[in-house]
């Protein structure tokens, strides 16, 4: 079965860039959507299709994809993006939805 | 605005089998566009996408769990369910049903969710 593998934690200081990244078999051929889950919350889709932002998430929050890898990336860090990321693609082959194991942000 | 709402017992014995209700309000869910989902997460751990349902009861199921899982549809009622059965301590956890947004022959990304209901697996 399809497999995303996520660093378990990402620190960065605060106001700089983090980078959390998912990778995949032919990852680049999938379409890669990322969660936030802030403790004790449910998740919430900050990009999907790789690189694009639902209306109410920060210009701060971007997606990109490189052969096998997927990234999120976190610019001018704040203590509220403290929180699990998920990336997640669905698999076309077996109409599966597949998880990354999750990646915990730290805000230094 | 879209809405959904999980609903279930909060605690099951081991051997039993689970069942969990998502009430969808604000939208259909005999639309075209979506299938509707059930995820879990284990205290501390990860999501665990469970299964997809259309609203015509086209099913997709995890392979871990496929053969203890069944959903199912009420488009009346506006719900989704499932059932798990043979639960043991390992299925405790938050339950989470979502809306997956798609556009055939693809499918994308949970765009709605519930705020989950917690299931623990005890005697």
Redesign the interface.
């Known amino acids: 079965s399809y497999e995303l593998t996520q660093p378990l934690s990402v620190s960065v200081a605060l106001g700089q860039t983090a980078g959390i990244n998912c990778g995949g078999n032919n990852v680049g051929s999938k379409s890669v959507h990322w969660y936030q889950q802030k403790s004790g919350q449910a998740p919430v889709v900050v990009i999907y299709r790789d690189s694009n932002r639902p209306s109410g998430i920060p210009e701060r929050f971007s997606g990109s994809k490189s052969g096998n890898t997927a990234t999120l990336t976190i610019s001018r860090a704040q203590a509220g993006d403290e929180a699990d990321y998920y990336c997640q693609v669905w698999d076309s082959s077996t109409g599966h939805v597949v998880f990354g194991g999750g990646t915990k942000l730290t805000v230094l | 605005q879209l809405q959904l709402q999980e609903s279930g017992p909060g605690l099951v014995k081991p051997s039993e089998t689970l069942s969990l209700t998502c009430t969808v309000s604000g939208g259909s869910i005999s639309s075209s566009s979506y299938y509707w989902?059930w995820?879990r997460q284990p205290p501390g751990q990860?999501?665990?996408?469970i299964g997809?349902i259309y609203y015509t009861g086209v099913t997709?199921y995890?392979?871990s769990l496929k053969s203890r899982v069944t959903m199912s549809v009420d488009t009346s009622k506006n719900q989704f369910s499932l059932k798990l059965t043979s639960v043991t301590a390992a299925d405790t956890a938050v339950y989470?049903c979502a809306r997956?947004y798609c556009t055939n022959?693809?499918?994308?990304?949970?765009?709605y969710?519930?705020?989950?209901t917690l299931l623990t697996v005890s005697s």
């Open positions: 989902g995820i990860g999501l665990e996408w997809s997709y995890n392979p989470y997956l022959p693809n499918c994308f990304q949970f765009d969710w519930g705020q989950g």
